[in-house]
């Protein structure tokens, strides 16, 4: 049964106020490896577009990891038969903490450098941070001796679950599958991550959202479906929950894909690319190092020493990271020309245009947009599970018709400050969607 914590450790969340941690936590957090997220930020360039929008990792694992806690807490407190035990607390503590240890710099925006390099070198890109997650994790765990110092708070098995529940995979031999959807939710994508990063990233980035957590906790229920026990919330949170996923597009619509953000985060692609090229230290041979099965722990520390401010001071001597930092001079600096409706013809069709306009299409960045409600084309309220008030039942409530759960656009820009050109580019846009498609009003 779940008993009463001692020795626990309150730190002030700007977002939640007061959260508790335990002796465990605790000893994670007061590591070199946990600490290297206090260099990775949460929303990677966001921040050249939203001054307000520098938060890291640091403070969203915090968030996370109490968040879980609080939600398997009211669990075990409305549901006592079900017998959550403190270890699986300290477990789904353990995964919220360090579920993002795995980022890499500009968190991920570096996924994208990665995959981009692959594709140069003609590697395969196998590489996933929660994956890398788990591996700095068990790294952190022997190198810090965090078992053998709390034999009697956390063991092997504990381990297994931890790293299953970071991963979003429960565990074959168990039917308890909450426990695997708080954190990292497999089936609807419904969990404390997501809850963290609304708050905090809305506060931050000053974009209004609609959505209470504390009231859809109020009315939680683990029941059985499909042969296994998962988490349920009652009918009448419906819209609570829908507002939830609709928060998810509107920050990605408002701010993640913003127009100017997306620019910011080509020109940053594009510079990592650029010092790659230079014959200096390769960020991409780090990253590559440890994005397999089995990596050395030369690698994995040579991982968690690549922070985001030893790659921001080297791509300083970039002339096109240089520009974004003095954008509205550099002539290297990208310029917005136009949003488009997404299509895939727009190379070859655009091309056409472009060319009767003096425009070659290395000159212009068509970059994509993809905003979801994050199941891509599907609707995450189809894989909820309700309950109705006096009932054990758990069921799926049949979403309205007509609820648009995905938006994609293309975003062009001008690969240089030469406001001569950006005229000619934004007629060829006027031009393109006249002839192709209708100007996407993203």
């Known amino acids: 049964m779940l008993s009463e914590r001692t020795n626990e ?38 921040e050249f577009v939203f001054p307000g929008g520098s938060q890291t990792r640091f403070e969203h694992s915090l968030g996370t990891s109490h968040l879980g806690k609080t939600f398997i807490s009211a669990i075990a407190r409305r549901q006592p038969e079900l017998g959550i035990s403190t270890r699986e607390l300290l477990c789904v503590e353990l995964a919220g903490l360090c579920h993002d240890l795995g980022h890499g710099p500009f968190s991920h925006l570096w996924e994208q450098f990665y995959e981009r390099c692959c594709a140069h070198n003609g590697v395969p890109s196998e590489w996933h941070h929660e994956h890398t997650s788990v591996t700095i994790l068990r790294y952190l765990l022997e190198k810090n001796r965090i ?12 381990v297994r679950m931890i790293e299953h529940m970071i991963l979003g995979e429960p565990l074959v031999d168990s039917r308890r599958r909450f426990l695997y959807q708080i954190i990292n939710n497999p089936d609807s994508g419904l969990d404390v991550d997501k809850w963290d ?60 894909q913003h127009p100017k953000s997306r620019i910011i985060e ?31 722990p030369e690698s994995l520390e040579n991982f968690v020493q690549l922070t985001e401010l030893k790659v921001r001071l080297a791509l300083k001597t970039i002339p ?19 949003t488009v409706n997404h299509e895939e013809l727009i190379r070859e069709r655009f091309d056409e245009i472009l060319h009767r306009y003096g425009i070659s299409f290395s000159e212009v960045a068509v970059l994509k947009v993809n905003v979801h409600m994050g199941k891509h084309s599907h609707n995450p309220m189809d894989f909820v599970l ?6 054990k039942q758990a069921e799926k409530l049949r979403s309205p018709d007509g609820i648009r759960v995905t938006e994609k656009a293309l975003v062009v820009a001008l690969r240089e400050h030469d406001p001569e050109k950006l005229i000619r ?12 498609t209708a100007r996407n009003e993203y």
């Not at 106020?17 to 206090?38: K, N, Y």
């Not at 790659?276 to 230290?281: K, P, V």
């Not at 580019?425 to 006249?434: A, K, P, T």
Request: proline content about 2%; charged content about 30%.
């Open 147 to 158: 078992l053998e110092r709390f034999p009697n708070e956390i063991n092997y098995e504990d």
């Open 9 to 46: 450790k309150t730190i002030n969340c700007s977002v939640h106020g007061p959260m508790s941690f335990s002796v465990v936590a605790m000893a994670i957090i007061d590591t070199m490896e946990f600490q290297r997220l206090r260099e990775i930020s949460q929303l990677g360039i966001a």
């Open 386 to 391: 309700f309950f109705k008030k006096g009932s």
């Open 320 to 338: 096109l990271y240089r520009a974004i930092l003095a954008r509205s001079t550099d002539p290297l600096m990208y310029k917005y020309a136009g």
């Open 425 to 436: 580019l934004r007629s060829c846009i006027d031009e393109y969607c006249i002839r192709f």
């Open 266 to 296: 080509e020109m940053i692609i594009e510079s990592l690319i650029q010092w790659e090229r230079s014959g200096r230290e390769s960020f991409w041979n780090t990253t590559r190092a440890i994005a397999c099965a089995e990596p050395t």
């Open 197 to 256: 990063y609304f708050y905090r990233d809305a506060q931050n980035l000053g974009v209004k959202i609609d959505f209470e957590y504390k009231h859809i906790l109020r009315e939680i229920a683990v029941l059985e479906h499909d042969g296994q026990l998962q988490v349920c919330f009652r009918d009448k949170s419906y819209e609570l929950i829908f507002d939830a996923f609709d928060n998810r597009m509107k920050l990605h619509k408002k701010a993640y």
